[in-house]
Each structure stands twice: as structure tokens, then as C-alpha cells.
T-cell receptor, first 114, second 115 residues
Framework: AQSVTQLGSHVSVSEGALVLLRCNYS??????LFWYVQYPNQGLQLLLKYTTGATLVKGINGFEAEFKKSETSFHLTKPSAHMSDAAEYFC????????????FGTGTSLTVIP | EAGVVQSPRYKIIEKKQPVAFWCNPI?????LYWYRQNLGQGPELLIRYENEEAVDDSQLPKDRFSAERLKGVDSTLKIQPAELGDSAVYLC?????WGNGETQYFGPGTRLLVL
């Protein structure tokens, strides 16, 4: 069965510093991996996703993530944090053999300190 | 292209009252999902529709929750009667198909508070 672990429910970074949000998954088959962002009182917006091919995936707003099969990880990074990046971030996984059933992590709240 | 539309955005009711949420998915999206998001948690699937057929409702508490998707477009999720523990954000999402790796697009959600 799939599961998603997001280490660190709260992460604080200074403006301009590196953002690193961690996501590990368990899956018995090659997974499809997603990162979503949720701003206050809004729905989830797709940042990026990995399906097949290149393991380094670039998304919107300068974010990227790298699929590392050996580490069962899909960590989200951004070189330089901006105040507007403050939000809740969710990692999700689905498995090819179960269609598009999404399993979400519990989320990481990112605070950007001016 | 318009996104997923949900209404109302907020709802406050007393326990034992009924409540309904409405969702209009992205045009052309055959698959529609209802999720519940508790405070500090990720979304959890309640029900999935393929066109007008509910193909996965295993997580829907059927004693008090019901849903429908008439004509395979708009959908309504109902709770009757509501309990205190139903307070949460109810998210609707849609995708083109149920295919592998398809992106799910989310609406803004309905925030329900049961008093």
C-alpha cells in the first residue's frame, strides 16, 4: 500500500535562502509523484509532477523536485525563497497499477522570514 | 479555461442539520473527486465519479453522506444529519480521465463548521 511521509510539519527559512521540503513514499511499483501548494483559504494548485522520464522535474514559481528511486524520495527545492512562497505544501503519490488514486502527505507549512 | 468551481465557500450549521455542497468541474473532465481535508492533514478521498457513475465510494460514510453527479457534469455532496466531527474543508477535484499520472485540479473548497 502507498504512503507518503513529509518530514517536518513546519519549516521556516529566511527570504532568499534555499527551500527544501522533504517527501518520502512507499510504493511497490513505480509511482507517479506530485507536489501541490495550498494558500490560505484556497484549493490545491499543482506545482510539478513526475510520471516518467527525466528524474529532475521543474515546476512553476521556480520550484523543482528530483525523483530518487533508491531513496524513495521526491524532495521539493527552490534556490531562493520569496515571501510569496509562504503556504502549505503537499506531496502526493499514485501508483500506475491503481490508476489515479492519490495519497497525500500531511503537509508542510512553509514560513518565509523577511 | 475556468477552474473547478465550488459553492458555498463557507457554511456554518448546527449539528443534526443537513448541508449540501456543489461542484462544477473543468469542462471536458470525465473524472470527479470529492475529498475531505481535516485541519492539519492532507486531503482524503471520499468518492470518485467516472462520468455519472460512482466507481469508488469505499471511504464515504454512507449512513449520513450521499453524493450524485447528474448528467456526468456537476456534482452535489450531502451530509444528513451533520455531526461535530464533520467540520472540515470539502474539496472537489477533476481530471480528464482516470489515467495514470493524470493531474487532478482542485477547487477552492467548502469550509464547513458544525456547531
Amino acid at each position: 500500500a502507498q504512503s507518503v511521509t513529509q518530514l517536518g510539519s513546519h519549516v521556516s527559512v529566511s527570504e532568499g535562502a534555499l527551500v527544501l521540503l522533504r517527501c518520502n513514499y512507499s510504493s511497490s511499483v513505480p509511482p507517479y509523484l506530485f507536489w501541490y501548494v495550498q494558500y490560505p483559504n484556497q484549493g490545491l494548485q499543482l506545482l510539478l509532477k513526475y510520471t516518467t522520464g527525466a528524474t529532475l522535474v521543474k515546476g512553476i514559481n521556480g520550484f523543482e523536485a528530483e525523483f530518487k528511486k533508491s531513496e524513495t524520495s521526491f524532495h521539493l527545492t527552490k534556490p531562493s525563497a520569496h515571501m510569496s512562497d509562504a503556504a502549505e505544501y503537499f506531496c502526493a503519490v499514485s501508483e500506475g497499477n491503481t490508476g489515479n488514486q492519490f495519497y497525500f502527505g500531511t503537509g508542510t507549512s512553509l514560513t518565509v522570514i523577511p | 479555461e475556468a477552474g473547478v468551481v465550488q459553492s458555498p465557500r463557507y457554511k456554518i450549521i448546527e449539528k443534526k442539520q443537513p448541508v449540501a455542497f456543489w461542484c462544477n468541474p473543468i469542462s471536458g473532465h470525465n473524472t470527479l473527486y470529492w475529498y475531505r481535508q481535516n485541519l492539519g492533514q492532507g486531503p482524503e478521498l471520499l468518492i470518485r465519479y467516472e462520468n455519472e457513475e460512482a466507481v469508488d465510494d469505499s471511504q464515504l460514510p454512507k449512513d449520513r453522506f450521499s453524493a450524485e453527479r447528474l448528467k456526468g457534469v456537476d456534482s452535489t455532496l450531502k451530509i444528513q444529519p451533520a455531526e461535530l466531527g464533520d467540520s472540515a474543508v470539502y474539496l472537489c477535484a477533476s481530471s480528464r480521465t482516470w489515467g495514470n499520472g493524470e493531474t487532478q485540479y482542485f477547487g477552492p473548497g467548502t469550509r464547513l463548521l458544525v456547531l
